[in-house]
């Protein structure tokens, strides 16, 4: 969710809905017939099978673009988009984002699971102005699956005012990544050390991404100079 989605108002310069929708027609006709064929090979492997390299999990703002952010190509990331990157907890809802999950783990056998979140979250601002949210219903009771992390920001944070929504962002990202471990079927694989899950946040402005270490406790920079910060516990049992 962008900044102007709460407030209910139209974004700043809005185009007209024929203009939009032309620009976005003649884009697919561009990517018919320029783009398809030079791919064309690709796109015949992927009629009839997909084996994803991971799943990503981010928020349905549009300018998180997670193939362009991590240079994928169709086929590689089974992504899953929804308002906040929630994860709602395991028997709470059979909804999509479950559905998703259990399907990747167990149908596609995802060996990873990306969380991301992101700078100038919509959703993270309704979480620390609610009032915002009186005539969305729908947004306010799903971002109830946010209320642990606005809680834990609350009871703990120190930090000053205009760093309150960054920090929010990333304890967001921890907290569905413990709902992520209440579902059963990721809950196995992380027994066994099949699963591996991580926690990220995407900054707009400079594209950096900073990475949730579990075992620090802290986030940190993927800098391609140290090894990924992972969000993965230690597994139990080898896989059987
Ligand atoms: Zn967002």
């Not at 999990?57 to 997670?66: E, K, L, N």
């Not at 783990?105 to 990873?112: C, E, K, M, Y």
């Not at 990721?186 to 991580?198: D, P, Y």
Request: aromatic share 6%; charged share 20%.
């Amino acid at each position: 969710m962008s900044d102007n989605t709460p407030s209910g108002a139209a974004p700043v310069e809005a185009e007209n809905a024929e203009t939009a929708l032309q620009t976005i027609v003649e884009g697919f006709l561009r990517f018919r017939h320029e783009v398809f064929p030079e791919q064309e090979e690709l796109f015949k492997k992927l009629a009839t099978a997909q084996q994803p390299r991971a799943m990503f999990i981010t928020c349905a703002d549009s300018r998180i673009v997670p193939e362009l952010i991590t240079q994928s190509a169709p086929g590689d990331l089974f992504v899953t988009r929804n308002v906040g990157n929630v994860v709602p907890p395991y028997g709470q809802m059979n909804g999509g984002v479950s559905t998703a999950i259990e399907y990747a783990v167990l149908a596609l056998g995802v060996q990873h699971i990306i969380v991301c979140g992101h700078s100038d979250c919509g959703a993270m601002k309704a979480v620390l102005a609610p009032a915002t949210l009186e005539r969305m219903p729908t947004v306010k009771a799903w971002l109830r699956h946010a209320e642990v992390a606005r809680t834990v920001v609350a009871d703990n944070c120190t930090c000053a005012e205009h760093e309150v929504l960054g920090v929010l962002t990333e304890e967001n990202v921890v907290s569905q990544l413990d709902h992520l471990r209440t579902h059963p079927s990721v809950a196995s694989r992380l027994a066994s050390g099949q699963l591996f899950i991580h926690g990220w946040v995407y900054d707009i402005e400079t594209c950096a991404i900073r990475a949730y270490d579990a075992e620090r406790g802290e986030f940190r920079p993927i800098d391609g100079d140290h090894p990924v910060p992972m969000a993965t516990p230690r597994p139990r049992y080898s896989p059987s």
